[in-house]
């Protein structure tokens, strides 16, 4: 089952403050807007998220259909079959995409220990 690409979106509380001590651990802004309180940053191939005010939790993040370099990959697997996959394996979702819909969508579970994991299609 390929998820895609991989980044841990962090719940902030100070943006400036967390983007300054991630570019001091090599981190660059890769994208976002800091003015709207997001932004997405690399130190090669590891993607971290800063997200101030957006979630309450820390969330792990799957983009079917990009790469680490957020550029599309073709082919790739719809969210919403990776959807149906992981309900066939028993899983709860937390919020799930519909069904009947086609391009970008997004669906949500909880590990064990109560961490979001977000399925997150943008194309």
Known sequence: MDLGAFSISLAVKDI???KTFYEKLGFTVFAGE????WLIMKNGSHV??????MFEKNILTFDPGWDNDALEVNPFTDVRALQQQLKNK???LTSEADDSSSG???FTLEDP??????????S
């Open 34 to 37: 800091q003015e709207n309180n």
């Open 48 to 53: 971290i998220g800063l997200f101030q005010g």
């Open 104 to 106: 970008p969508a997004s």
């Open 16 to 18: 400036e403050k967390s």
């Open 113 to 122: 220990d109560g961490n979001p994991i977000l399925f997150d299609q943008h």
């Open 90 to 92: 028993g899983l709860s």
